[in-house]
């Protein structure tokens, strides 16, 4: 049954290093190495990464792989039981589930049909990948070329600015409480749309989300959790949500 208190919760989550271990951009091309992986690493930088991952997979396509050979690789991507279990736990609190990732629709789906998690979400906000008549996969900007720019003055890409979209979410209804949970310099915006005290910001530690809280003091007006591993996720989870848990790890740390 779910919670009796902030019963009314939106818990969003980043994917790539958040909900999986692994960046599904560079899992997915690496994995197929070669010369397209080759391109992936050297053109770092020198291109808007979304336009990037569409012109490999174009040229992936070009050399004979297949849909399917991307499901396969995907399917491989690690997803820490405690994750998933996480996930599972929130769901049957009753709070409402949704990820805003720079990854894409595609393999987002693809890993979460793979786990059983698909239906736990109410909404996936990433870029949109559609596969045409011949089988190619193509990834589009979620925020593109054709609207005018976001002029975020946040660390957010041209192609999503996270903390417009989190704040979309907390405009559609009241909610008791809103945890963003998040690893990179791009869940910094998000994180600080969070209000005081009720809200609560979940940092992978040692990562660049973490850095950019510390190298803005003040910014962050919710509380902040940081978490080392799944493992520490799921404890935090139990934590928040009010429901017992045996072994609470010690490396979990607050702000």
Request: charged residues 20%; negative net charge.
């Amino acid at each position: 049954m779910p919670s009796s208190t902030a019963s009314k919760r939106l818990v969003v989550f980043d994917f790539d290093w958040t909900l999986i271990e692994a960046d599904t951009d560079i899992w997915v091309i690496q994995g197929q190495g070669g010369e397209v992986a080759r391109q992936q690493e050297a053109l770092y930088g020198t291109m808007q990464w979304t336009d990037l991952q569409d012109q490999l997979l174009g040229q992936l396509y070009d050399q004979g792989i297949t849909r399917q050979d991307l499901e396969t690789s995907l399917r491989g991507i690690p997803f820490a039981p405690e994750m998933a279990a996480a996930l599972r736990l929130i769901k049957s609190q009753g709070a409402e589930l949704c990820i805003i990732s720079d990854s894409n629709s595609f393999y987002i789906d693809t890993v979460l049909k793979n786990h059983g998690l698909d239906q736990l979400f109410s909404k996936i906000i990433t870029n949109p990948c559609h596969f045409d008549t011949d089988g190619r996969p193509h990834v589009t900007r979620l925020h593109g070329l054709d609207q005018p720019p976001h002029h975020c003055t946040m660390p957010c890409n041209v192609n999503l600015c996270k903390g417009r979209e989190l704040q979309k979410l907390m405009d559609s209804q009241t909610w008791d409480q809103v945890i963003y949970m998040g690893d990179s310099t791009n869940d910094f915006c998000p994180s600080t749309r969070l209000a005081a005290h009720t809200d609560v910001v979940l940092a992978r530690a040692n990562m660049l989300l973490e850095k950019e809280i510390k190298s803005h003091p003040g910014a962050i007006k919710a509380k902040v959790v940081y978490w080392n591993s799944p493992a520490d996720a799921i404890a935090v989870i139990h934590t928040l949500f009010g429901v017992p848990c045996r072994d609470i790890p010690s490396t979990i740390h607050r702000a």
